[in-house]
């Protein structure tokens, strides 16, 4: 229907379209959301452990169950059915395939993804594997975790295993989800597993994440056909200073070193960045730490790079004369209230909430900070294309007495976040694709089973999936390709 895009047509109506072969998706991870944590012999991962100890999540929720998807997967691929979707973003569980973090693959553990696989290509949705989204086998743990060079190693094996066991069949592969959350929460504010508050074993084991995404990097390069295309998922902090005063971007620039730059520096340009090495020189010792050749490893080419947006990060310096209380000020950050601020080294910056709308989280509702990322990194690395791995919002949802689960704020909160990636496209960003996060609600975390992020209503106690209103809302945008007319 050409006539739709003549001249006379409102100015509005093409904009909203995104590119063809624009790639809808929706993402979960399999801690989230498997359950059936000790069956076909799957061990513990640091997620198990730390969700088992008291205090550490709300209503000391665990994954033991989960939304059963270990179970109900079928079900659920015919829900990502319904939605039109054409990828499906999941992750692999490291302790269900090795469950010691060495030595062969369990066959068993394999099959479950085998299966999930050709379910998926059954119905015409291409999977997306994550190697890694949290949940280190507790083994490994034990020996040192992220902060022990000998980790990152054990990751690329496991990532081969994945490989030849899915590589025939899956064409996209995401290393690292997040290694961000990974290094400075679980290490850093022991907001996650495994819970340790030391910003030199954090920044450790950021170094350790680099290299292990690097080597996994090679791994997969020499199993998968020339095809595959190979990512890593960061949630880059869009950070803003309070104001234009120096003190205040200079708080912001340390938050984007410790935030941002210190893996985007070496995947991305071949070196951790000068300030970031300075700001941090007391806390760990960067030759030390750096092997000679790790750098070229880490920097392997990329063929996507995954962003994750919620929202906005603002900074400032710490007024004159106030003494700085590391823990409070990192709870505005937006993540979660730890015994220190998980950006290592930064007790004397501030963070702050933008007024204005927030969701169940208490994020910050502000779009305008997608777009700006998006063409950020579009500016500082061009020609990398980018895929939108992870955008979404929890609320209060609640079934009616009908069973229908009405969400406006969701699609609302939707629909600028993907106006605003279609602006980013408009002004020049190479955007592949949108990962809406999640498919379902499910196990959020520190946060348990609180905070529901999905598009379709699970009721734990029976396990009952409703699509919420936002589902429908998506599936037309799948449908259309564009942002439906928000006055219709
Ligand atoms: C991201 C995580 C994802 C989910 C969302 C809300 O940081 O990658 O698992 O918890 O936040």
């Given at each position: 229907m050409t006539s739709v895009r003549t001249e006379s047509a409102p100015a509005d109506v093409s904009v909203r379209d995104f590119p063809a072969g624009f790639l809808w998706g929706a993402a979960t991870a399999a801690y989230q959301i498997e359950g059936a944590v000790d069956v076909d012999g799957r061990t513990p991962s640091i997620w198990d452990t730390f969700s088992r100890t008291p205090g550490r999540t709300a209503g000391g929720d665990?994954?033991?169950?989960?939304?059963?998807h270990y179970r109900r997967y079928r079900q659920d691929v015919r829900l990502m059915s319904e939605l039109g979707l054409g990828a499906y973003r999941f992750s692999v569980s490291w302790p269900r395939v090795q469950p010691t973090g060495r030595g062969p693959a369990v066959e068993r553990g394999l099959d479950f993804y085998r299966r999930l696989v050709d379910e998926l290509l059954e119905h015409g949705i291409e999977p997306a594997v994550t190697l890694y989204h949290w949940d280190l086998p507790q083994e490994l743990e034990d020996v040192g975790g992220w902060p022990a060079r000998n980790t990152a190693g054990r990751f690329a094996d496991y990532a081969a295993l994945v490989a030849d066991a899915l590589g025939d069949r899956v064409r996209l592969w995401t290393t690292l989800n997040e290694p961000w959350c990974s290094a400075f929460l679980g290490y850093g504010s022991g907001v996650h597993a495994p819970g340790r508050t030391d910003w030199t074993a954090a920044l450790r084991a950021a170094h350790h994440l680099n290299l292990g995404h690097g080597l996994a990097v090679e791994a997969l390069r020499a199993i998968l056909p020339r095809e595959a295309r190979i990512a890593v998922s960061l949630n880059l902090h869009e950070v803003r200073p309070l104001t234009q005063s120096a003190a205040d971007r200079e708080a912001a620039r340390r938050i984007d070193a410790v935030g941002n730059r210190v893996f985007t520096g070496p995947m991305l340009n071949g070196a951790y960045p000068e300030d970031l090495l300075a700001d941090t020189a007391h806390l760990v010792d960067w030759p030390e730490l750096v092997h000679d050749g790790d750098l070229a490893t880490i920097a392997r080419p990329i063929d996507l790079l995954g962003v994750n947006y919620y929202n906005p990060t603002v900074a400032s310096a710490l007024p004159d004369g106030q003494a700085p209380d590391s823990a409070a000020a990192a709870s505005d950050a937006g993540h979660g209230d730890g015994a220190q601020s998980p950006f290592a080294g930064c007790a004397d910056v501030l963070f702050h909430r933008a007024p204005g709308r927030r969701t169940a989280m208490g994020w910050p509702i502000d779009p305008s900070g997608l777009s700006d990322l998006l063409l950020r990194v579009h500016r500082e690395h061009p020609g990398l294309p980018l895929m939108v791995t992870e955008n979404g919002a929890a609320f209060e949802d609640r079934p009616t007495p009908e069973g229908a689960v009405h969400d406006p704020e969701r699609i609302d909160y939707l629909r600028g976040h993907l106006d605003a990636v279609r602006r980013a496209i408009a002004a020049g960003a190479d955007v592949r694709g949108y990962f809406l996060w999640s498919l379902m609600d499910n196990f959020e975390w520190a946060y348990g089973y609180g905070k529901r992020f999905g598009l379709y209503y699970v009721d734990y106690a029976t396990q009952t999936r409703t699509a919420k209103d936002s589902a429908r809302w998506y599936a037309e945008v799948i449908r259309r390709g564009a942002l439906p007319d928000p006055r219709a």
């Open positions: 665990t994954g033991d169950r989960a939304t059963e």
